[in-house]
């Protein structure tokens, strides 16, 4: 400590290492530091696998979450200069063969405008099977889009942050080139990038051996335990869809911060890359970061750090969470990956503002850095004496079902966002998804929310499924706000 502010990297290891024992709940964190065209630092720090104790290192992989979306951004941009996938067009135009709901604004709202998250549309059913169920194909995607809807809090030309306009854009442009989004992006951006330790598909993760294991927190003495909802392949999609490690992070950085040029060539147009970072849409609203949100450009945050500009964009989904930032004017930019969603994401914001801090003043960094960590462990320890009492006195359950129990199970059918099986396992009803499956549990001993049931697809996110018997029998359901009917064959 004495000798801190003399050299970055020594400053980042020590720092990073007490954030770990500060908040430790997060088993691993990747870190890579780049400065002008050179990297200043990557490598990682604690675990990526806490049963094979197995470390982080430039080469552990991570899943990266919504910072996808400025891959697909630019590579939908790349497609439009060169005529090949126009993005100007509206919704309409793109796809004239849909029967687009009549209160959708389909012939006002261009692809661009959605890429901007100024669209004004949501896409429920569609969101809801790339990322979560995996119940889709490509043309059932193309079918979901009837199903759009407007938007209630957000019409078309005003920012509303969603995974909608992503998904709605790249079912586009598969229908109509015959490519999924993976493809345009490996073609388009890693290819030509060299970024070889970059995956959009997590089958090709895993065979790499380097992936980390996700992990959530808990409040038992275990701390964080491998989280139960891992992405697949089926639900790596465009808003939220990449896994990538230190080395190739700092690739991405150097590439961003100069324009398209990276190892002394350019690698894609100039003006291309800009157009991404310039401000296409107001943003009002709090953030709950150092970074300010002013502007949403193609694929990118643009907010300030204190008085600098920066470009940035977080991302997350149970068990990771990633921060990727730079600095244009002062030629700095950092990217923090974690396998731990919750305190893993407060933890990336506190070391990118450590970073920030450090090329500003070395000592300041230091300051504010260890003023956060205090506050965000003295919120975690509250945070986890709660989360104990919760696992000592678990929240009754209570079944209140109006009929025999096994009277509720079959298949439910909903066109918008699929089927729900529900079946009997050991005298309990368990509800699947596609790919997510989890057990019916009571809403507790209220007597008007009989026939109500929960259930927790995703850790911590509980809903309800409302059944509607009649005459004996039930034949529908309610969840998400839909209607789901019962196969009768």
Do not use: C
């Amino acid at each position: 400590m004495a000798d801190r502010g003399q050299d970055f990297a020594t400053d980042l290891a020590a720092f990073t290492e007490y954030t770990l024992d500060r908040l430790d709940r997060v088993p691993g964190i990747s870190v890579a530091v780049v400065r002008g065209d050179e990297t200043e630092f990557a490598g990682g720090f604690g675990l990526a696998d806490i049963e094979h104790n197995r470390p982080v290192s430039a080469e552990t992989s991570f899943y990266i979450g919504s910072v996808t979306k400025s891959f697909v951004a630019l590579a939908l941009e790349i497609l439009d200069r060169e005529g090949v996938f126009e993005l100007d067009r509206t919704l309409a135009e793109a796809a004239p063969d849909v029967d687009f709901r009549e209160d959708l604004p389909a012939g006002e709202v261009t692809l661009r405008q959605m890429l901007y998250h100024t669209g004004g549309i949501h896409s429920d059913g569609l969101s809801f099977r790339q990322t979560r169920s995996g119940e889709w194909t490509p043309e059932i995607a193309w079918e979901m889009l009837r199903y759009l809807r407007p938007q209630e809090d957000a019409g078309p030309g005003e920012f509303n942050y969603t995974n909608s306009g992503y998904n709605i854009v790249t079912t586009i442009a598969q229908h109509e080139l015959g490519l999924s989004w993976q493809d345009i992006v490996e073609t388009y951006v890693h290819a030509p990038l060299g970024l070889s330790q970059t995956a959009t598909r997590l089958d090709d993760a895993r065979r790499s051996g380097q992936l980390a294991t996700a992990y959530v927190a808990g409040g038992s003495a275990s701390g964080s335990t491998p989280a139960e909802l891992l992405k697949s392949d089926v639900t790596m999609q465009s808003a939220g869809g990449h896994i990538m490690t230190a080395n190739d992070a700092a690739r991405w950085l150097i590439f961003q911060m100069n324009d398209g040029r990276l190892d002394g060539s350019q690698v894609i147009d100039t003006e291309i890359v800009e157009t991404t970072h310039r401000p296409h849409a107001g943003i009002n609203g709090d953030h709950p970061s150092f970074l300010t949100r002013e502007h949403y450009g193609l694929g990118w945050f643009l907010g300030h750090a204190g008085p600098d500009p920066v470009i940035y964009h977080g991302g997350g989904f149970t068990g990771y969470a990633a921060l990727f930032a730079f600095m244009p004017e002062r030629e700095v930019g950092v990217a923090v990956m974690t396998n731990e969603d919750s305190v893993g994401a407060v933890a990336a914001d506190i070391i990118t503002e450590f970073v920030f801090d450090w090329y500003r003043a070395p000592e300041e960094a230091w300051t504010r850095g260890v003023e956060r960590l205090n506050e965000a462990s003295a919120q975690l320890r509250r945070e986890t004496r709660a989360l104990r009492l919760q696992e000592l006195l678990p929240p009754r359950r209570d079944i209140q079902l109006s009929l025999p129990i096994e009277s509720y199970a079959g298949r439910y059918i909903n066109a918008e966002y699929g089927t729900i099986d529900i079946a009997m396992d050991n005298g309990e009803l368990v509800a699947t998804m596609g790919q997510l499956s989890a057990p019916l549990t009571g809403m507790g001993s209220d007597r008007e929310r009989e026939d109500w049931m929960r259930v927790e697809f995703y850790d911590g996110e509980g809903m309800v499924v409302f059944f509607r018997p009649e005459d004996g029998e039930v034949n529908e359901l309610a969840f998400f706000s839909r209607l789901f009917v019962r196969d009768g064959e």
